[in-house]
């Protein structure tokens, strides 16, 4: 009997403490002091993508451009990845790559060798000058490769555009196979021309690399350019209207809005403009704004005159004589209007 009730007891007392238990989970909580996480302020971490990296004969490749190109400094590595090799752990890119990086390549400078083919090689390839490529002069399918692309190529020299300077740190440098110019009886530069072949060549491959690392146009320059008073190349003959027009390579004005400027000029005597150092001084300033890396003195000093001519060069290839005047004005006046610097 005293087994029987004892048994009952502890049925009766655990049903009770179950009873109890189950009013607790059921009945209403107090007010929780904890806030909810705010998941608008604080979002769940996107999942990262799967990185693609092609790996091939002990060597890793990543082929996915991820630039935003209105930035033009965000952007991922392209090409093969130069990386650590440690003997005692392994260098892993779980998490390649990085969005806050930027390409070396920000420039490409067009030059000629002023050589003949042979010459060009062995001066590119064995003394202290160099260029990432080479345009030979036959009409073939070949380009040569001097340098990676991600190496620093020996061809710019002393040289500055807009706020950047020393552009081999930042530029590809592509040399093509021509003479130079050589001076007539009177002085004057005679620039020979480039064959037709030579630019499908050069717009090819610039086009690629424009693509590749998003080069924005006012970054496609001369040798003269970034160093005008030093160098003449790639000369008036190159065809830098060819390429705008035919291929979107590069900077060019639009012709009537360069009409518009120039009927402005009709009764300034730029004669009497250039020896008056205040007007020297503007058109010094507005060289400087546009690109050209031009002291604003003031005076028409010999560095002025080369500047000036390095911009006929490039765009006003029929008169390049260093001599300012109505079109050369005009035609600053619209590309500083369309290329307005940042």
């Not at 009766?12 to 189950?22: D, E, K, P, Q, R």
């Not at 769940?44 to 060597?59: G, L, Q, R, Y």
């Not at 090409?79 to 930027?102: C, M, R, W």
């Amino acid at each position: 009997m005293k087994l029987i009730f004892k048994t009952l007891y502890i049925i009766g007392l655990s049903f009770f403490i179950v009873s109890c238990g189950t009013k607790r989970v059921v009945s209403t909580p107090k007010e929780s002091t904890v806030k909810p996480i705010d998941t608008a302020k604080n979002p769940a971490p996107e999942e990262k993508p799967e990185v693609k990296i092609i790996h091939k004969n002990n060597e890793d490749f990543f082929r996915t451009n991820i630039a935003d190109i209105s930035k033009n400094d965000n952007t991922a590595s392209f090409g093969s990845i130069v990386s650590a090799k440690l003997p005692k752990y392994e260098v892993v890119k779980t998490y390649f790559p990085a969005i806050a990086q930027n390409f070396r390549q920000r420039y490409i400078i067009l030059h000629y060798t002023a050589l003949d083919h042979d010459k060009s090689i062995t001066v590119l390839t064995q003394q202290s000058v160099s260029s990432h490529y080479l345009i030979n002069d036959f009409d073939d399918d070949e380009i040569y490769q001097l340098v990676d692309e991600n190496k620093r190529a020996y061809h710019a020299g002393v040289s500055a555009w807009r706020k950047d300077s020393q552009l081999n740190d930042t530029s590809i440098g592509i040399e093509i196979v021509n003479s130079g110019y050589v001076k007539d009886s009177l002085g004057q530069k005679i620039f020979p021309p480039y064959q037709d072949f030579q630019i499908k060549k050069v717009a090819a491959l610039v086009k690629n690399l424009i693509e590749r690392y998003n080069v924005p146009a006012t970054n496609i320059l001369g040798h003269s350019d970034i160093a005008p008073t030093r160098k003449q190349d790639p000369g008036p003959q190159f065809p830098w209207k060819k390429l705008y027009d035919e291929y979107q390579i590069g900077m060019w004005y639009d012709e009537t809005a360069k009409e518009n400027f120039y009927n402005q000029t009709v009764n300034h005597d730029f004669t009497a403009l250039m020896q008056d150092a205040t007007y020297i001084y503007k058109v010094q300033s507005d060289l400087k704004k546009f690109g050209y890396d031009v002291a604003t003195s003031g005076t028409l000093d010999d560095a002025t005159k080369r500047t000036i001519e390095a911009f006929q060069f490039h765009f006003r290839p029929e008169k390049y004589d260093g001599i300012w005047d109505g079109e050369t004005w005009a035609i600053l006046q619209v590309l500083i209007q369309k290329y307005p610097p940042k």
